[in-house]
């Protein structure tokens, strides 16, 4: 029997309302319907504030992306609202600390879009090596500069990764394949793909590489990760590539070093600001340099990656409400359940207070129900505790109350 299908204990999935806005790729529409659910109602627009509330009252699972925000308020007006997907990387637009609260996990799609970073910085690698932008205008320009001075091959050059996840370790397996050298720093001991090494400091890799490449999230220790002292470190004549975060560059330091010729060249996609819309001027004192390649943050923006995202995301939303996972959650405990087999699953969520788990067992061992299973994870406020009962149970209202009555409880749901 598949979840939710045919208990009173727990909702049909024609009965759970989806709703997708923002022109969601229809990937999530069909990953839905693969799982039968038949309510999903797609926009193309972000609504504003009020009409949100309105859209949003009766709904189960909604996504959105980056530009609908769903404040405290908006979630407030959520009645039914069990989980929210962010389809996109950020999750700033939603108040996570009122999903929270409202015990609705959000799920967002972090690595959709790892092989497109990786892409664009292997081809600005090449560009960079032979001033290709800087040709380029010139021959816009009407100017004939046909010369070999300062352009490189590839091969044999040393690609320094900082930060080796998901971006940095694709990308070192890109540059391999072109005969490049690459040496990485990560702060947590990562296995070398192909024949990368390792560099035991920043430092080290600093002095080794001729073009530094970032990879690192934005934390409090990557702010300002690469200032003055640290480009003085680089080779003269190496190249700096940053598609990360803004603020992991010193940008004065750099437009510096660029002016000075300590170093040849930079692809700067992230910028410590950003224009918030394609209306406003995009200001930085990089505009106008020599081989600087600037982009405004697109490392990630491709079709592939949308259609990746619509899969990643809507893949969790269905996860959840299927059988109770919160794997990729960024603002709830993390349970990644095993798929139900002939149990009846009970979800309870509550504030982590002591006592709780006792009581939550006690109401299972009252009726003298086996359980098959129990995954708890707590986090500072909140925990989620899944319970696993042989057996498809009968419908049983007292069943839940008893669980939804316990002191601390914000949601319970049932699985059969
Ligand atoms: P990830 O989390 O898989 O990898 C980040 C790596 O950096 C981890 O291995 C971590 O241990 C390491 N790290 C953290 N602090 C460090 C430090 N101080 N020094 C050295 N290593 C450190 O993240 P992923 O997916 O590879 O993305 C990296 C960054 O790329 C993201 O945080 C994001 O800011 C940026 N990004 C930019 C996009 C764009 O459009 N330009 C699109 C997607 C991501």
Redesign the pocket.
Known sequence: MSPHSLSPLSLSKDKIRVLLLEGIHPNAVRVFADHGYAAVESLPHAPDAETLKRLIADVHIVGIRSRTRLSADVLGAAHRLFCVGCFC?GTNQVDLAAARGAAIPVFNA??S??RS?AEMVMGEIIMLLRRTFEKSTQAHAGVWRKTATGAHETRGKVLGI???????SQLSVLAESLGMRVCY????E?LPLGNAVACRS?GELLSAADLVTL?????P??RD?IGAREIAAMKPGSLLIN???GNVVRIPALVEALKSGHLAGAAI??HPEEPASGDEEFVSPLRGLANVILTP?????TLEAQANIGIEVADKLVRYSDNGSTQGAVNFPEVALPVQGRVTRFMHIHRNEPGVLSRINAVFASRGLNIAGQYLRTDGEIGYVVVDVDGELEDDANLRRNLETIDGTMRVRFLV
């Open positions: 990387i972090p690595y879009n790892t970073v900082v930060g080796y996840g998901h971006i940095g720093h990560d702060i947590v990562k920043l990879h690192v999230p934005a934390t220790e990557t990760l598609a990360a975060r996609d992230v943050h697109v490392g990630g923006s």
